[in-house]
């Protein structure tokens, strides 16, 4: 059975700080990982890993992706209350593209 | 653009109802899928559409039905709801191809259901 675990489930900032959020996944013909972010309603993407080592990164937001340790994490520097949000990792298996998503982690910024 | 829509946003249910939730895409994707989210369980796929024609079970098919009436519109059945079913539907759709990013999912704004 395919699984993505994500660590810590939930998680309490202040405004400034660094955080790092983990995802690790046992999944079979793994094809990519993706971050998510969700607010009030629907998921937005935010990062799709498919290879070892490469940084993805866009403004204060960046990942990794570790094919050999099957785990990527999030980073988020200089957090603002705007980032309070769930935090959903998925990975990629199969030709028909379904996603197992962890259960998400929710990251709360305080000023 | 509307991009993934989904109907009704809420929804109230005795036990042993049933209704359909309805969604659309207009960004000529392929593949449909609808999921549910839980408090703690994250997002499960219920059935998902590779294509125009075909339906396939996800990880939680139980108690649902689904239907792709044609390539941009995919619904969901419930034929007799219980309160297990209480939960936020969400709709997605993509395009899978071997580009950068092809595989994302779009999702729909999500329909709040509570089953009574």
């Known amino acids: 059975e395919d699984k993505v675990v994500q660590s810590p489930l939930s998680l309490v900032v202040h405004e400034g700080d660094t955080v790092t959020l983990n995802c690790s996944y046992e999944?079979?013909?793994?094809?990519?990982l993706l971050w998510y972010k969700q607010e009030k309603k629907a998921p937005t993407f935010l990062f799709m890993l498919?290879?070892?080592?490469i940084e993805k990164k866009s403004g204060r937001l960046s990942s990794i992706l570790d094919k050999k340790e099957l785990f990527s994490i999030l980073n988020i520097t200089a957090t603002q209350t705007g980032d309070s949000a769930v935090y959903l990792c998925?990975?990629?298996?199969?030709?028909?593209?379904?996603?197992?998503f962890g259960t998400g982690t929710r990251l709360q910024v305080t000023l | 653009n509307a991009g993934v829509t989904q109907t009704p946003k809420f929804q109230v249910l005795k036990t042993g109802q049933s209704m359909t939730l309805q969604c659309a895409q207009d960004?000529?994707?392929?593949?449909m899928y609808w999921y549910r989210q839980d408090p703690g369980m994250g997002l499960r796929l219920i059935y998902y559409?590779?294509?125009?024609?075909?339906?396939d079970k996800g990880e939680v098919p139980n108690g649902y039905n689904v239907s792709r009436l044609n390539k941009r519109e995919f619904s969901l059945r419930l034929e007799s709801a219980a309160p297990s079913q209480t939960s936020v539907y969400f709709c997605?759709?993509?395009?899978?191809?071997?580009?950068?990013?092809?595989?994302?999912?779009?999702f729909g704004a999500g329909s709040r259901l509570t089953v009574l």
């Open positions: 998925a990975a990629e298996t199969g030709t028909a593209s379904k996603l197992t």
């Open positions: 999944v079979t013909n793994f094809r990519s």
């Open positions: 498919t290879s070892s080592g």
């Open positions: 960004m000529n994707h392929n593949s």
């Open positions: 559409s590779a294509s125009e024609g075909t339906t």
């Open positions: 997605a759709s993509n395009k899978p191809g071997q580009g950068a990013g092809a595989n994302v999912l779009t």
